[in-house]
């Protein structure tokens, strides 16, 4: 869902009102930038999510009356539309790929600053994904898997070489560098990646990614 001509209409959610007042503060000072609302525990999420519809949800994970997680999947179901990027200051294997699962779009520590939220906010927003380095880190990290334990890439018919381009795309890299990996035109990258994502079933990039990882479609990182 991509958002043109209009402003991003942002759901503000953690339990620290200071944490909530400080984020309202940055998008207030942005143009493009709605805060529609604030939560500031689980429940009061999902209230505020059925009855706003927030094109992004800024999520922190850890928050009283319902978990993380269950936030996400709810989310999902209440507001499809809604794009959720998880703020926290977590990245235990069970939030970070639990959450990657749940359909989130972006996943940021708090440790970064207030320019790299807004750009993270424009970038889902318009219906990509975005990792913190960190979380980007761990995804090649789980990547390193024993080969043996791979299933069969043919079951989801996928080309060697687009298994190629899935490895190169879970570390983190932009179709313009695979193309420059693999001696291929960008045109062709972005070809494999949309044959990628119809076969796995899988609505972006990142998804894609977690699945693969889940599957065991990606082996070792040369």
């Known amino acids: 869902m991509t958002i043109l001509n209009e402003k991003v209409r942002i759901l503000i959610a953690d339990d620290h009102?200071?944490?909530r007042k400080g984020l309202r503060a940055v998008f207030e000072l942005e143009e493009g930038f709605e805060i529609v609302g604030e939560a500031a525990d689980g429940q009061d999420v999902l209230d505020k999510v059925r009855n706003l519809e927030?094109?992004?949800l800024l999520l922190d994970l850890r928050m009283p009356k319902a978990k993380g997680t269950e936030v996400?999947?709810?989310t999902r179901l209440l507001s499809p539309k809604t794009r959720i990027l998880i703020l926290t200051s977590y990245q235990t294997d069970h939030e970070v790929f639990g959450s990657l699962r749940a359909g989130v779009s972006g996943y940021l520590l708090k440790d970064v600053n207030s320019d790299e939220i807004v750009r993270a906010v424009k970038v889902v927003?318009?219906?990509e994904s975005l990792l913190h380095?960190?979380?980007?880190?761990?995804?090649m990290e789980k990547m390193t898997l024993d080969e043996s334990s791979h299933v069969d890439t043919l079951s989801f018919n996928l080309t060697s070489r687009e298994r190629e381009v899935l490895s190169l795309m879970a570390t983190g890299c932009k179709n313009i560098e695979i193309a420059q990996r693999l001696w291929i035109s960008e045109k062709t990258v972005k070809t494999h990646v949309s044959n990628i994502l119809r076969k796995l079933n899988q609505a972006d990039r990142?998804?894609?990614v977690?699945?693969?990882l889940g599957e065991g479609l990606v082996g070792?990182?040369?």
């Open 17 to 19: 009102e200071v944490v």
């Open 54 to 56: 927030p094109d992004v």
């Open 72 to 74: 996400c999947q709810k």
């Open 125 to 127: 927003s318009k219906g």
């Open 133 to 139: 380095p960190i979380i980007t880190q761990k995804v």
């Open 206 to 208: 990142t998804k894609a």
């Open 210 to 212: 977690v699945f693969a």
């Open 220 to 222: 070792t990182l040369q």
